[in-house]
């Protein structure tokens, strides 16, 4: 039932996502091939692509927050890539695809925190997680009160979205799962970031999927 609607939807997304230049042409066919999959998933179903389209709106927001300043500092990352839907959306998209409501929610609101985090929070004077010392917006590992503030707000987003949805069996379960997991998925992120990332030993993408991975791993403790 309405299968055929469903999928001419997620074409249309996928064309809309590449139109506006938010993600290129093979961001934009991987996100609808995951798409596709999780809908006709038997253990998932069209709920669980509306919370993904949630995170990739909320993400879409944030990066229109306060375009010039970004642009000023040569931080603005406009079009993203496949590797950025991979690194961001593969955990959910395994976890979805096995039902497992705890480490998708953990998995999306880790990355739902981190892109709010990032993109709201650099208009702040960050501090680098590790020592605390003040640097430059857009350094890996950097940190704000901001956007640690809205990060944890995005994530409960994402919690109360997942109940009302039908994903999550309980309100205060998805709401645990969505801020516990996110934020700590986001902080791991920072960590990564500013141990790892800043050395050269990973990059941006091998940071999302650690995170996101970690978000997920913590879904799946706490919803139990």
Known sequence: MYYLE???LVLFLGYLTYKKGALDLEGSLFMAAM????IYSPTAGFNWFILIITFLILGLLATKYKTE???ELNIFEKTRTAKNVISNGIIAFIAATFG?????????STATADTLASEIGITQTPRLITSFEKVKPGTDGAISILGTVVGIIGAGIIGILAYFLGISPDPVISLRISVIAGTI???IDSILGASLERRNYINN?????????????IGLLLSY
Not at 35 to 38: P, S
Not at 205 to 217: C, K, Q, R, Y
């Open 69 to 71: 300043y970004k642009k």
């Open 6 to 8: 469903y999928l001419i």
């Open 185 to 187: 998925g986001c902080f």
């Open 35 to 38: 798409a596709i999959i999780i």
């Open 205 to 217: 993408e091998h940071v999302n999927l650690l995170a996101t991975f970690s978000g997920g791993i």
């Open 100 to 108: 497992l409501y705890g480490p998708f929610i953990g998995a999306i």
